[in-house]
């Protein structure tokens, strides 16, 4: 399970596909994108109307074998916003009486441009077991590089520069210009992607709209009225090539992700929204 359990889960909750597999050279852009549809979204720039500064979302992280969904841990997203620019963050913690089992502590930083939610600089730093990786990522738009300064630990990260496109996104980032995208747009073209770096790579993300189901009950939040989405999934050590994740999300104007499914190679996985702090709008829970 190395490096997958908060890298799983909020590839998830940015509403995104899990392209593999940590144990071998992970699919590139080009094998995989011509399997994608190519579509008019670029989000070279993303107008925000959709979080607020300050907003904080808890997901409470649940795994499945033999028919029981044992507790594991937490992600929580943090964002808040500083002169012109946004600083996201992403926690993913075991919990205690699981670390005997696989400890986790992930942490994941991305310092957003305000005015277009590209990401100026990020940071991916995993430990999960014996596993561990530091990625930094600073990023040259205008000469289409970036630097990035990745190793096992951050004493022995090395440097590289790397060819980009200008539009490129990140972990993080792709969740907030995905939420800001609009539901019209999403309805009207039923797919659509947008590119990420990871690992010095660029992965096309694939989502699928699959329409509304109302009165979606959400453990101790209420009920909700939300859109469903599947994302599509690249087989590897965690998915199945018949893996089908599903991803409920409000359908209000936070477009907030409530519920991730998923099948994986041994078990299920879901993660569940417990706890949402300073939201841009009123949910429409009940």
């Known amino acids: 399970m190395k490096g997958y ?3 799983v889960i909020i ?40 979080f607020a500064d300050g907003e904080e979302l808890t997901y409470k992280v649940y795994y ?45 930083h991305s310092v ?20 561990t990786k530091y990625d930094h990522v600073n990023y040259m738009r205008n000469s289409r590089l970036a630097e990035s300064i990745m190793g096992s630990t951050k004493s022995s990260a090395e440097p590289k520069i790397i060819n980009i496109d200008q539009c490129v996104h990140d972990i993080l980032s792709s969740l907030y210009a995905m939420r800001n995208t609009s539901i019209q747009t999403l309805k ?4 659509f992607k947008i590119d990420m770096l990871l690992d010095r790579k660029k992965y096309p993300i694939s989502l699928h709209y699959k329409g509304i189901e109302e009165q979606k009950k959400i453990r101790g939040l209420g009920n909700f009225d939300t859109f469903v989405f599947e994302p599509s999934l690249i087989a590897g050590n965690i998915f199945t ?33 417990t706890d949402h702090k300073r939201l841009k709008y009123d949910t429409i829970g009940y």
């Open 64 to 108: 499945n074998v033999n028919f029981i969904w044992i507790s594991a841990g937490t992600v929580t997203f943090k964002i808040n916003k500083k002169a012109n620019q946004y600083h996201a963050e992403a926690v993913g913690r075991t919990f205690s009486g699981y670390d005997w089992i696989f400890k986790v502590r992930d942490t994941f």
């Open 241 to 273: 090539e018949e893996s089908k994740m599903k991803i409920w999300v409000s359908q209000d104007q936070n477009k907030v992700p409530l519920l991730i499914e998923s099948p994986i190679a041994v078990g299920k996985i879901k993660a569940v929204l």
């Open 11 to 50: 590839l998830s909750l940015s509403l995104f596909w899990f392209f593999g597999d940590q144990g071998k050279e992970a699919t590139s852009y080009e094998e995989v994108s011509s399997s994608f549809p190519e579509l008019s979204n670029d989000y070279c720039r993303t107008d925000n109307k959709t």
């Open 188 to 191: 009207n073209q039923k797919s």
């Open 112 to 131: 957003l441009d305000a005015n277009t939610l590209l990401p100026v600089r990020s940071t991916r730093i995993v430990n999960e077991g014996k596993y």
């Open 5 to 7: 359990f908060s890298f």
